[in-house]
């Protein structure tokens, strides 16, 4: 549910050469991490997600720049923006998800619980709200 979607705040390593912030697999989240991705060089006004997961559990980064990412369990909707390379939002399993209102040259940060796997896609939102009954 959109109440199980938590923001996790990622220690920040500050010094004067820069900060750097690490993510270890069921330490900052909840599972082991099989797959990275990020998105990137997003042009203006666009979206992206428009999906559930049936298994696949995320953690969601800002690694730069700003954007929303929307939150829906088919009852409850929410909005996080995420603007700070130290804090994450984890997406469990079976929440639909969106992501727009990108700044130019941001980067959305993905930890992936799974690999990549089509067949774990829900990309039908009426489609998603009937799975979730
Ligand atoms: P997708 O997750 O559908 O992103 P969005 O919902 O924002 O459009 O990914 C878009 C395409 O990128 C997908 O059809 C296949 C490819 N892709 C991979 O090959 N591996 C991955 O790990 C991801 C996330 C996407």
Do not use: M
Request: charged share 25%; proline share 4%; aromatic share 12%.
């Amino acid at each position: 549910q959109v109440f199980d979607c938590t923001l996790v705040k990622l220690a920040k390593n500050h010094s004067d050469r820069g900060n750097i912030t690490a993510v270890t697999q069921e330490k900052q989240v909840p599972f082991s991490i099989e797959r990275v991705y990020y998105l990137y060089d997003v042009p203006g006004g666009e979206a992206r997600g428009g999906h559930a997961h049936r298994n696949l559990q995320q953690l969601v980064v800002a690694a730069s720049g700003s954007f929303d990412l929307i939150i829906d369990d088919g009852c409850v909707r929410r909005t996080f923006h995420l603007s700070r390379p130290y804090v994450g939002v984890y997406l469990p399993s079976g929440i639909w998800r969106e992501i727009d209102n990108f700044s130019s040259g941001s980067i959305c940060l993905v930890l992936a619980s799974l690999p990549y796997d089509e067949r774990d896609y829900i990309r039908d939102y009426n489609e998603f709200v009937q799975w979730k009954l």
